[in-house]
């Protein structure tokens, strides 16, 4: 493994599987003759939710390449990989190694979930050592400052933190301190669909097909994990700084100038659209979100941008990502059971099968398990959409985000599963539940032309699951919702329903939930 295994190195520095940046704060004054970098690859990180293959090897292969990239900078590194020992927690495998290699301090940076670092601080603390854990400057905004903006406001508003982070950071603020472009948020202008005939030749992102050590790790994934979720045909994720760094110059070269309005469409056949496919190599740290944002304005200051894409994607990485750690961190690890609607359905097997009459989740569900990827609004607006009106119990729905989706590390995964998708907090972060009808889809999408549910019928055969439910979820919610500023009018066209329409809708949407229980 190195040749420090049996030595008693000064400190021990751990750097976990979504840590993996050569700036980290932890490596930075590493002394190679007195230091250990450790990691592990430990088998419950890959079943504590039965993760997607995809999502394993893009783990698995960063990792591995990072090693290569410590060790060639002349760092030592103890490396336990997933074949070559027994223990299958990171607690566990830490404890062993803890007592083998009796380091004097252990130092790591702030882990991306409260159970990794409960886990590693009990077996620390266990070992007879406090760990130093720093905080994790990757981010912009800190935990502590954070909760310093935080402090005192009624609501937290992404969208009073977002100008707050934009003004601190001086990200696009013209020199008398207003918004470049003249406003703070150009949403209305980022909401198109592609009309009928859809988006048409499009630029396909830059691959990166599996080098030998991804291979190795496909192989050994789809030996130890033979019955995980998804497939890993089309796998070509960045695993590496130089491939994160090809994937940025491509988006911003190919893709960005449309990204702004036509992000929330979708279309069969197309899973990437316009989207960047950063947020795995920005969450395993093998991109810096200020390179990412910088190259975004660059590119609207040379005019190859115009100002609403590129708004829009800062609006992702500076305002959105920082927003939902924050909240994460500061909510605790109590939020992961909250359930402000009381929902309490199982999720249905076609959410880990795709076996579905739906065309809309066929294809998003199909999509997720041949790449582990969907962008926001297949996420929100179809599989989070019909969790959310079906009732599934929240928690259920963020495990299946967690284990589907290649970018998904808890601090940014529960936050906008819980609270954007499914309300699940109560409003916290979505100040109304998003809820819609088959509409949505229809207008969004192409998915709806062929399949056999019609949008706009919420009763018989032919009634689309989304609209039914729909209007069955604004029934049940009806004394939670019908009076707030923001959904009143949602609940005004439910009233113009009638007794006996409505009495059909209960019991079609009864029968849909006893279907897919």
Not at 104 to 129: F, K, M, N, S
Not at 212 to 235: K, N
Not at 461 to 476: G, I, K, Q
Request: hydrophobic share 40%; charged share 25%.
């Amino acid at each position: 493994m190195t040749s420090m295994t049996d030595a008693n190195p000064s400190r021990l520095l751990l750097v976990l599987g979504d840590q993996l940046s050569l700036d980290s704060p932890v490596l930075r004054d590493c002394d190679p003759d007195r230091d250990l970098v450790w990691m592990c690859e430990a088998a419950d990180e890959a079943t504590h939710v039965p993760s997607h293959k995809a999502r394993t090897v893009l783990f698995l292969s960063a990792m591995r390449h990072f090693r290569e990239a410590l060790r060639a900078r002349g760092l030592p590194v103890h490396y336990r990989a997933l074949d070559q020992h027994e223990d299958t927690g990171l607690d566990q495998a830490l404890a062993d190694d803890l007592a083998r290699l009796r380091p004097a301090e252990v130092v790591l940076a702030e882990p991306g979930e409260h159970r990794v670092r409960t886990l590693l601080t009990h077996a620390c603390r266990a070992a007879g050592i406090e760990p130093h854990i720093i905080s994790d400057d990757h981010f912009l905004c800190s935990t502590d400052d954070f909760q310093r903006w935080a402090k005192g406001r009624k609501t937290l508003l992404m969208e009073h933190f977002y100008r707050f982070m934009r003004k601190r950071n001086a990200v696009l603020i013209d020199a008398d301190g207003q918004p470049a472009g003249g406003a703070w948020n150009f949403d209305k202008a980022n909401r198109r669909p592609f009309g009928r005939q859809g988006p048409g030749m499009l630029p396909a992102p830059v691959g990166f097909p599996p080098d030998a050590i991804t291979r190795e790790v496909m192989g050994l994934v789809e030996r130890r994990f033979p019955d995980a979720p998804g497939r890993l045909d089309a796998f070509d994720w960045p695993v590496t700084v130089e491939q994160a760094e090809a994937a940025l110059a491509d988006f911003i070269a190919h893709r960005l100038a449309a990204f702004g309005p036509f992000q929330d469409a979708m279309w069969k056949g197309e899973p990437w659209l316009y989207h960047a496919r950063l947020s795995a190599a920005m969450n395993l740290k093998l991109i810096d979100p200020r390179r990412v944002i910088d190259a975004a304005v660059a590119a609207w200051e040379r005019g190859h941008a115009p100002i609403a894409s590129v708004e829009g994607f800062v609006r992702q990485v500076l305002g959105w990502r920082e927003y939902v750690r924050g909240v994460y961190w500061r909510e605790g690890p109590g939020y992961l059971g909250r359930n402000a609607l009381e929902a309490r359905q199982p999720l249905p097997d076609l959410y880990w099968t795709g076996e579905t009459d739906m065309t809309c989740l066929r294809t998003v569900v199909g999509q997720v398990l041949d790449f582990g990827y969907a962008h926001h609004i297949q996420r929100l607006m179809v599989t989070g959409l019909f969790a959310l009106l079906l009732g599934v119990e929240p928690r259920q729905v963020h495990q299946w985000y967690l284990a589907m989706f290649v970018d998904a590390v808890e601090w940014v995964e529960a936050p906008n599963t819980l609270g954007m998708s499914q309300f699940a907090d109560g409003g916290l972060l979505a100040s109304k539940p998003y809820a819609a009808s088959g509409a949505y889809i229809q207008r969004m999408s192409n998915y709806c032309r062929g399949c056999r549910y019609n949008p706009k019928e919420a009763v018989g055969a032919d009634a689309c699951p989304f609209t039914t439910l729909y209007w069955n979820f604004l029934d049940r919610h009806r004394a939670r919702f019908a009076d707030h500023p923001r959904t009143a009018l949602m609940w005004r066209n439910l009233d113009r329903i009638d007794a006996d329409r409505l009495a059909e809708i209960r019991g079609q949407a009864d029968q849909l939930r006893a279907q897919l229980s």
